[in-house]
Structure formats: structure tokens, C-alpha cells
């Protein structure tokens, strides 16, 4: 009688780790399935989906690539405002500036005083028909006083060539989720470019450059 009492207290005490041990391998078993499906299951149970690495370059619009022979350069655009902080030129773009046609976000290297984000206007072959349109936008009050033209600023990174403007600002409004202010530059009707960013030099291209390479892009720097 006592040896069949020790059983019993025995297996009474086995069966909450058996329990255990099949709840464990059960849940195990849900994980890898859950794995094997694409999804993960957190501490409480539900269901997400696995991080997956994004990838700019595959949200946006394959570029077409039309030919052309580049004849009128435009090395000369219009400063409105200088700011350290991205978010803080995002802003002043947002408010007061995205309404024009030619309006963009410069991020430049300055060398000493280090990278800087430029609120850009317009693009000019000539310097006088840049001081042109600056004077006229100071006398409305469009742009502030502070703004200036500066010297020739006669490179940009070319993003995409496209044969359809549309193209061009459906993929404008994508990198503008990215926090990057490309503009379009139509070379003929058949030709239009994106582009981010007016430098003096190639060097000070290469942060803005970088940044459009880690998206997944294919940039390059060439003449505006």
C-alpha cells in the first residue's frame, strides 16, 4: 500500500512538467512556423511582422534614361536661408518656400564651419539674371534680405534622367519623404532631370552624394 502511494504522489508530481515541457515545444513550434511565414510573435503573443531592411531605391519608379546632349548651364541660384539643423530647413521649406517651382534643399559641405542646409531658389546661367529675380522677390517680400547669390555654385547630383515630368515628381515626392528637396530641371521636352542640390565643388557634394547612395540610388555629380 505505501509503495502504490509513493507512485501516485510520484506521477502527480511529473505531470505539471510534462505539461511544461509540451506547452514549451508547442510554443517553439509556433515560433518557427511563425518565422517560416514571415512573421514574428512577441511576448504577448500577437502577431507583427519581421523588420525588413528598406530599400528607397525599390519604392521609387524605375528611370527611364532619354538621350541628350546638355547645351545651357545654369552654375547661379538664389540663397534664402542657411540652417545647421535638417529638420529646421524642412520647416522653413515647408512654410514658406515649396510653392515655387525651383525650390530645393542644398546639404553642403562648408569645410571649417562644417554641413550646412541651404534653402535654394531658382536655377540662372547668368549672375545678373540671378540678382534680377532676387531684387524683384526682396522689393514683394517674398524672400528676406538676408538672401544672396553668392558665388558660382555650378555643380548638382543628378538623381534620374526621365522622359515624362510626371515621372520626375512622383519620385520628387518620395525623396521628400526621405527629408531630401530635389528639383526638376527640363533640358528639352522630352528631357527632364532630377536633381539635389547647387555646390561650388565636387567635394562639397559628397555628404548630400552619401546620403543619396545609402537610399539605394544611383547619383552622380555633374554640371547643373
Known amino acids: 500500500m505505501k509503495r502504490i502511494a509513493l507512485l501516485v504522489v ?25 518565422r517560416q511565414a514571415g512573421q514574428s510573435t512577441d511576448v504577448e503573443g500577437k ?21 541628350y546632349k546638355k547645351s545651357v548651364f545654369y552654375p547661379y541660384t538664389i540663397h534664402v536661408a542657411s540652417v545647421k539643423n535638417k529638420k529646421d530647413a524642412m520647416d522653413q521649406f515647408r512654410v514658406k518656400y515649396q510653392k515655387f517651382d525651383v525650390a530645393f534643399i542644398t546639404k553642403i559641405d562648408l569645410g571649417a564651419t562644417g554641413i550646412w542646409y541651404r534653402i535654394d531658389l531658382g536655377a540662372y546661367t547668368t549672375i545678373s539674371k540671378a540678382t534680377d529675380q532676387m531684387k524683384d522677390l526682396k522689393a514683394k517680400g517674398i524672400i528676406d534680405d538676408e538672401s544672396f547669390i553668392g558665388s558660382s555654385v555650378p555643380y548638382t547630383i543628378e538623381i534620374g534622367v526621365y522622359d515624362d515630368r510626371s515621372v520626375a ?10 527629408g531630401i528637396v530635389p528639383y526638376i530641371m527640363k533640358e528639352t521636352d522630352t528631357v527632364y532631370r532630377l536633381l539635389s542640390g547647387a555646390f561650388p565643388s565636387t567635394h562639397s557634394a559628397t555628404p548630400a552624394l552619401e546620403e543619396l547612395i545609402s537610399l539605394g540610388l544611383q547619383p552622380k555629380i555633374t554640371k547643373r
Request: glycine share 4%.
Open 169 to 178: 515628381l512622383n519620385v520628387a515626392d518620395k525623396l521628400i519623404g526621405e
Open 47 to 67: 502577431m507583427s511582422p519581421l523588420p525588413t531592411q528598406r530599400n528607397t531605391s525599390q519604392s521609387i519608379s524605375n528611370m527611364t534614361t532619354p538621350e
Open 10 to 34: 510520484l506521477l502527480l508530481m511529473a505531470l505539471p512538467l510534462w505539461a511544461d515541457y509540451g506547452l514549451s515545444n508547442v510554443v517553439k513550434k509556433q515560433i518557427d512556423l511563425d
